[in-house]
């Protein structure tokens, strides 16, 4: 009997534990194997996440391999800056460009020149950044598909006669300009002569067709002259200086084969780091100074008077 009780015992333990064996080996067929708990060959979990974490590195430096200067020549437009800064960062953090924004605050007494101050702009900056933009800071990009990235062809512009909501004509440059550190090297920057609004992105173009460098422009965008770009520059709160005198007007309606990065005359005051937002971004506080034998106009003490005019009036005192 007790044989028997023996024999019984271990057929029913047997039997328990191939059901036991049996079990474990469903379980392990069903349950999903998590690929970061391999225990691979050649290390542990930790090697495998260190490779990871090296190959996403690789990825990420591969999109950002290209740094961009926004070059933002500035004065007396800090409501503009306000909303320029936030906004900048918004749409140009979702194309993963790396960028840095410096406002090159004009802080002397002349009238405002904004070739002078994009140029002092590139000196202090072209060490360190590959490319740069040469911005207005009241021109805002609305669509997603105007692209800050490398302009691998040559300089791109953004702001682009067809899309922009003031200026139409086929030769216009300004607004928003994209160009590698060596084609700006190349050109001698941009003329210094342009005291006061206008002209100085016309004279560029030149210097562009000049050097052969060939102006590449957005394609299929699906918007317009008025909802690619916001323009929030207040004409009747900030009049634009558009005065002429000495002999300004003929002077800067020729090509500039005297100035340029190569002789640029500033000061830099100082440099401060500025958070808008949480955006850091640097100022750049210059004095540009002025050679009146060049150009008497960056102080306008006086109207040209066109020569007609002035005959009128002379015919008018002898009478």
């Known amino acids: 009997m007790e044989v028997l009780w023996r024999n019984s015992k271990m057929k029913y333990t047997f039997i328990v534990c191939i059901f036991i064996t049996f079990f474990i080996s469903c379980l392990i067929g069903i349950t999903p194997i998590n690929i970061e ?39 007396d437009r800090f409501e503009e800056l306000l909303l320029f800064a936030p906004h900048m960062q918004k749409f140009l953090d979702k194309q993963q460009v790396d960028y840095h924004i410096f406002i090159v605050n004009q802080i002397d007494r002349f009238r405002f020149n904004r070739a002078s101050l994009i140029n002092v702009g590139f000196l202090e900056v072209k060490d ?4 740069i933009a040469m911005h207005d800071v009241d ?55 342009y005291w006061g609004w206008g ?8 210097r562009l067709k000049e050097a ?20 929030i520059h207040d004409r009747n709160l ?45 100022v750049l506080n210059v004095s ?10 960056c102080e306008c003490d006086k109207v040209d008077v066109p020569k007609d005019r002035k005959m009128k009036d002379k015919k008018q005192k002898q009478l």
């Open 37 to 75: 708990d391999c225990r691979c060959t050649d290390g542990s979990s930790e090697n495998y996440r260190s490779k990871k974490a090296m190959r996403n590195s690789t990825i990420t430096s591969k999109k950002l391999k290209h740094r961009l200067a926004i070059i933002v020549p500035f004065r």
């Open 128 to 131: 360190n950044f590959d490319y």
């Open 139 to 193: 021109l805002l990009p609305m669509n997603d598909d105007l692209l800050y990235a490398y302009p691998e062809k040559g300089p791109f512009h953004v702001s682009a006669p067809e899309l922009h909501p003031r200026y139409h004509y086929p030769t216009f440059v300004g607004g928003i300009l994209l160009i590698k550190r060596e084609q700006f090297a190349q050109v001698n920057g941009m003329s210094n002569k």
């Open 199 to 206: 002209l100085e992105d016309d004279e560029f173009y030149i």
């Open 212 to 231: 052969n460098l060939n102006i590449s422009r957005p394609l299929n965008i699906t918007t317009g002259t008025h909802n690619t770009f916001k323009h």
């Open 238 to 282: 900030r009049k634009r200086d558009m005065v002429k005198c000495y002999n300004q007007r003929q002077i800067t309606r020729k090509r500039d084969r005297q100035t340029g990065l190569n002789n640029i005359s500033y000061k830099l005051e100082n440099t401060i780091k500025m958070t808008i937002e949480d955006l850091s971004l640097t």
């Open 288 to 297: 540009l100074m002025c050679d009146k034998s060049i150009t008497p106009w």
